[in-house]
Protein backbone atom coordinates (compact mmCIF):
# COMPACT_ATOMS: atom_id res chain seq x y z
CA UNK A 1 0.00 0.00 0.00
CA UNK A 2 0.98 3.29 -0.56
CA UNK A 3 2.62 4.78 2.50
CA UNK A 4 4.28 8.52 3.01
CA UNK A 5 5.96 9.01 6.06
CA UNK A 6 7.47 12.71 6.84
CA UNK A 7 10.72 12.89 9.60
CA UNK A 8 13.05 16.34 10.09
CA UNK A 9 10.72 18.51 11.86
CA UNK A 10 11.22 20.28 15.44
CA UNK A 11 12.15 23.04 17.00
CA UNK A 12 14.30 26.21 15.14
CA UNK A 13 15.18 29.48 16.25
CA UNK A 14 14.28 32.11 13.49
CA UNK A 15 17.12 32.44 10.82
CA UNK A 16 17.47 28.28 11.49
CA UNK A 17 17.49 25.82 8.86
CA UNK A 18 15.44 22.21 8.74
CA UNK A 19 15.66 19.47 6.30
CA UNK A 20 12.40 17.40 6.24
CA UNK A 21 12.15 13.86 4.46
CA UNK A 22 9.51 12.10 3.07
CA UNK A 23 10.01 8.48 2.80
CA UNK A 24 7.54 6.97 -0.11
CA UNK A 25 6.93 3.26 -0.83
CA UNK A 26 4.23 1.26 -2.19
CA UNK A 27 4.12 2.97 -5.57
CA UNK A 28 6.77 3.75 -8.54
CA UNK A 29 8.28 7.22 -6.99
CA UNK A 30 8.98 8.43 -10.43
CA UNK A 31 5.98 7.89 -11.49
CA UNK A 32 4.13 11.07 -9.53
CA UNK A 33 5.23 15.01 -9.22
CA UNK A 34 5.21 15.28 -4.87
CA UNK A 35 4.19 18.16 -2.77
CA UNK A 36 4.70 19.89 0.35
CA UNK A 37 1.81 21.13 2.17
CA UNK A 38 1.58 23.21 5.51
CA UNK A 39 -1.13 23.91 8.32
CA UNK A 40 0.01 26.63 10.73
CA UNK A 41 -2.06 26.58 13.82
CA UNK A 42 -5.24 27.43 13.77
CA UNK A 43 -5.32 27.82 10.09
CA UNK A 44 -6.30 25.74 6.85
CA UNK A 45 -3.85 24.16 4.76
CA UNK A 46 -1.40 25.97 2.29
CA UNK A 47 0.46 24.14 -0.60
CA UNK A 48 4.48 25.21 -0.16
CA UNK A 49 6.36 23.17 -3.24
CA UNK A 50 5.75 20.91 -5.74
CA UNK A 51 8.56 19.03 -7.81
CA UNK A 52 8.15 17.24 -11.40
CA UNK A 53 7.90 13.37 -11.28
CA UNK A 54 11.28 13.57 -13.02
CA UNK A 55 12.66 16.71 -11.00
CA UNK A 56 13.23 18.72 -14.11
CA UNK A 57 11.22 21.52 -12.25
CA UNK A 58 10.12 22.83 -9.20
CA UNK A 59 7.38 25.31 -7.88
CA UNK A 60 7.07 27.35 -4.54
CA UNK A 61 4.76 29.57 -2.69
CA UNK A 62 5.72 33.12 -2.99
CA UNK A 63 5.74 33.20 0.95
CA UNK A 64 8.79 30.37 0.54
CA UNK A 65 10.29 31.16 -2.71
CA UNK A 66 14.41 31.76 -2.15
CA UNK A 67 14.20 29.95 1.40
CA UNK A 68 13.45 26.55 0.49
CA UNK A 69 14.52 23.74 -1.85
CA UNK A 70 12.72 20.51 -2.93
CA UNK A 71 14.22 17.78 -4.25
CA UNK A 72 13.93 14.49 -4.64
CA UNK A 73 16.27 11.41 -4.93
CA UNK A 74 14.66 8.35 -6.40
CA UNK A 75 17.17 6.16 -5.57
CA UNK A 76 15.97 6.22 -2.25
CA UNK A 77 12.56 7.24 -2.95
CA UNK A 78 12.46 10.02 -0.67
CA UNK A 79 11.43 13.57 -0.97
CA UNK A 80 12.86 16.45 0.73
CA UNK A 81 12.44 19.88 1.79
CA UNK A 82 15.22 22.33 3.01
CA UNK A 83 13.99 25.25 4.85
CA UNK A 84 16.68 28.15 5.41
CA UNK A 85 16.15 31.44 7.00
CA UNK A 86 12.79 30.22 9.16
CA UNK A 87 10.58 32.47 10.28
CA UNK A 88 7.92 32.42 13.29
CA UNK A 89 5.12 32.22 9.92
CA UNK A 90 6.80 28.98 8.80
CA UNK A 91 5.42 27.42 12.27
CA UNK A 92 3.30 24.51 10.95
CA UNK A 93 2.65 20.91 10.24
CA UNK A 94 4.46 20.06 6.84
CA UNK A 95 2.93 17.24 4.90
CA UNK A 96 4.52 15.54 1.91
CA UNK A 97 1.43 14.12 -0.67
CA UNK A 98 1.33 12.57 -3.78
CA UNK A 99 -0.11 14.07 -6.97
CA UNK A 100 -2.95 12.08 -8.26
CA UNK A 101 -2.68 8.93 -10.59
CA UNK A 102 -2.76 10.02 -14.64
CA UNK A 103 -1.93 13.51 -13.98
CA UNK A 104 -1.19 15.10 -16.71
CA UNK A 105 0.79 18.37 -15.38
CA UNK A 106 1.49 19.41 -11.86
CA UNK A 107 -1.17 21.58 -9.61
CA UNK A 108 -1.02 23.34 -6.56
CA UNK A 109 -4.48 22.82 -6.05
CA UNK A 110 -3.80 20.52 -3.11
CA UNK A 111 -7.20 18.80 -3.05
CA UNK A 112 -6.28 16.96 -6.17
CA UNK A 113 -3.35 14.89 -4.07
CA UNK A 114 -3.95 11.68 -3.46
CA UNK A 115 -2.12 10.29 -0.87
CA UNK A 116 -0.79 12.48 2.19
CA UNK A 117 1.83 11.19 4.73
CA UNK A 118 1.15 12.08 8.43
CA UNK A 119 2.75 15.66 9.04
CA UNK A 120 5.45 16.66 10.91
CA UNK A 121 6.01 19.56 13.10
CA UNK A 122 7.99 22.51 12.33
CA UNK A 123 8.02 24.99 15.11
CA UNK A 124 10.14 28.22 14.80
CA UNK A 125 10.46 30.51 17.91
CA UNK A 126 13.19 32.15 20.14
Known amino acids: QVQLVESGGGLVQPGGSLKLSCAAS????????MSWVRQAPGKGLEWVSS????????YYADSVKGRFTITRDTAKNTLYLQMNSLKSSDTAVYYCARGPTGASTWSANYNEYDYWGQGTQVTVSA
Open 51 to 58: ILSDGSNT
Open 26 to 33: GFTFTNYY
